[in-house]
């Protein structure tokens, strides 16, 4: 996996957490 796939992964799991939490 190279690093930059690696930070889209890491930033689609925080918008997926921030989504969670303002729900």
Do not use: E, Y
């Amino acid at each position: 996996m190279s690093c930059n796939s690696l930070k889209f992964f890491l930033v689609d799991i925080a918008g997926f957490c921030r989504n969670c939490l303002s729900k």
